[in-house]
């Protein structure tokens, strides 16, 4: 069964950081592209982030000069580390892999707010 758990949120000032993790089981993590999603209140959810299992990473537009994304293989563990977060940052973060199905998270909340 595969399970994705994120942790990390918070409440944080404007130009502020934070790091997420998110832990990953029931999968062959190594193999596994990860992303990081988010979803603000009243919004879609939209892509942040994503690493493939080589080591490559690429990120929405926002995010860029930001935002890093980064996975421990032997910890089966993907972060995002968000640095000078703007209050437009707040949403719930979610981590996302396919394995012949959409699994994601349950969630964490970011708030950056003064």
């Known amino acids: 069964q595969v399970q994705l758990v994120e942790s990390g949120g918070g409440l944080v000032q404007p130009g502020g950081s934070l790091r997420l993790s998110c832990a990953a089981s029931g999968i062959i993590f190594s193999s596994k592209a990860m992303k990081w999603y988010r979803q603000a209140p009243g919004k879609q959810r939209e892509f942040v982030a994503t690493?493939?299992?080589?080591?490559?990473?690429a990120y929405t537009d926002s995010a860029k000069g930001r935002f890093t994304i980064s996975r421990d293989n032997a910890k089966n563990t993907v972060y995002l580390q968000m640095n000078s977060l703007k209050p437009e940052d707040t949403a719930v973060y979610y981590c996302y892999t396919y394995h012949y199905g959409n699994y994601w998270g349950q969630g964490t909340q970011v708030t950056v707010s003064s």
């Open positions: 690493i493939t299992p080589g080591g490559t990473t």
